[in-house]
């Protein structure tokens, strides 16, 4: 028998792509654009907000008196911003050495037991309610301590950075290729030598990325810093004594009767996000210079 | 399988009629213990049983090159020689390897056994530092620090590597905004640093083009007078080209081993001919 020959498929007519396949096309298109789009309305009504009524307040003197007492005009938040600033030096200190450390450990090690329960440790902690690390602190730092401080509210902080700090580490460092570790083993390197001088620089640029995002974070807190740094009107930057910070302030102000007072808590949240957003980019910047 | 030279690493066969090149390096060869020597090794990757009872005798200061198809083994041969795979989990191995007549396999210090092996992998790996930096890291690694030392050091691996007219300008420029074939010339310089006695060369011209393979085949030959070089590749002209030993792999196993010339001209095992004449692989 003579091999059959396929019959030719039946020739496709090209007139265009389908109706229905246009519709469905430009339908789920248009769902994707809208949503893009809405997730910028909250970041919009955000900034305007706090554009439109924080900038009355906005002058040098927010930035350069401690606030006054109620009924006296102007007044600032200088000492909050500096106690923000110092709370998130301590959070760092505490935070960023225990974090990477125990990144390091997780991605080059952690292929036992125990680093899988660290690892479900350090998710388990990132969702941990803000304030109830607040609670935590209070009960670790500010009772045996007598008093609230500003070391309370650090430690607080360094909390909550905590896991995103150990769980990114490890993620930059699995991200080093594995042919550099190769390269330094077949030079006879030992493997600490091998983590310190050659994984551990080719990942510095997106651990410190993690590590800076972390304080971002970390600046806005409001809950734990209740408990812990409690808030001061006063300037002080004495780590055993409670100390001023930005959401602190902003959330008594807002709380107040005090129309003056309302006013600067929308400044100070003003003040905060720009702060934040500077950290941001100083950060790009320096990533960028790493790399 | 009757391997070639099943008896080899005691008695090298007598130097015969081949081409010129090779006649001073096999009456050279015998007078000489071997550097490298597998004994019977097996090797298994958890249930895979990767190498078969290889046993060969790799003699100092030449070039021997191992060729197979993938898969074959030949890289993990070569990775057996400084133990690299002693970084993948679920290795056993049984049999022996020695360096110099030493026994590498037992609890041997492994930092000292990969400064006197040292290896270039596939792709050039150097690492995100200055070129400086990268030829340095194993001068520092074994405690040298005086700056003039390590200036002269590093000038003489990368002159050794044939790199030094290329960069001399900019050493502190990172390694990576080199071409691929001088990144490299920058590892094998990085390896030299360290003064080996043994280069492994882990297919180290398959991610380059024509011409830095070309360079990168040179230095292999200009390098031989005073190292030990193993060289895998996938690329049997190149082999021939370099090597003064051949050894064939197929699935785990040696097949053939001997000079290049001779292997290349009247393998004696039918699988070595069916390889090198393009039939499979």
Known sequence: MTPRVPEPFPRIRFGGVSRTRRVTDAVVLGGCRVAAWLTLVPLGLVLWHLVDKGRHALTVGFFVHNPKPVGEPGGGMANAIVGTFVLLGIAAAIAVPVGVAAGVYLAEYGRNRFATTVRYVADVLSGVPSIVVGVVAYGLVVIPMGRFSAFAGGVSLAILMLPTIVRSTEEMVLLVPRSYREGALALGAPEWRVTQQVVLPAAAAGITTSCMLALARAAGETAPLLFTALGNRFWSVALDRPIGSLPVLIFDYARSPYEDWNRQAWTGALVLLILIALMSAALRYTTRRIR | ?281
Not at chain 2, 120 to 135: C, E, L
Not at chain 2, 212 to 240: D, F, P
Request: proline fraction near 7%; aromatic fraction near 6%.
């Open chain 2, 1 to 281: 399988m009757t391997l070639d030279t099943e008896v080899a690493p005691v008695a090298p066969p007598p130097p015969r009629l081949q081409a010129t090149v090779h006649t001073e390096e096999a009456a050279a060869t015998p007078a000489r213990p071997p550097k490298l020597t597998a004994r019977a090794f097996d090797l298994f990757y958890g249930a895979v049983h990767a190498l078969k009872k290889v046993t060969l005798a790799i003699p100092p200061d030449s070039v021997t090159a191992i060729i197979g198809p993938s898969g074959c083994g030949k890289s993990t041969l070569l990775r057996s020689f400084n133990r690299m795979n002693d970084l993948i989990r679920g290795v056993r191995t049984s049999g022996r390897i020695t360096l110099d007549g030493e026994d590498i396999l037992g609890p041997t210090d492994v930092v000292t056994l990969r400064r006197r092996v040292g290896m270039v992998f596939q792709r050039p790996n150097p690492f995100p530092m200055s070129i400086f930096d990268n030829v340095a890291f194993g001068l520092r690694l074994l405690g040298v620090r005086d700056r003039g030392e390590l200036e002269g050091r590093v000038e003489l691996s990368l002159r050794r590597a044939a790199l030094w007219d290329e960069v001399k300008d900019r050493l502190e420029v990172g390694a990576l905004q080199l071409s691929g074939g001088q990144q490299q010339r920058l590892c094998i310089a990085r390896g030299l640093a360290v003064e080996p006695e043994v280069l492994l060369m882990d297919e180290p011209a398959s991610a380059l083009d024509p011409t830095a393979t070309a360079r990168i085949e040179e230095l292999v030959l200009a390098l031989k007078s005073s190292y030990t070089i193993v060289v895998v590749t996938h690329n049997m002209q190149q082999a021939a080209r370099i090597s003064d030993r051949t050894a064939f792999m197929l699935s785990g196993e040696l097949i053939e081993y001997g000079e290049t010339s001779r292997i290349f001209t009247s393998p004696r095992q039918k699988l070595t001919e069916d390889y090198i004449t393009g039939r499979f692989g």
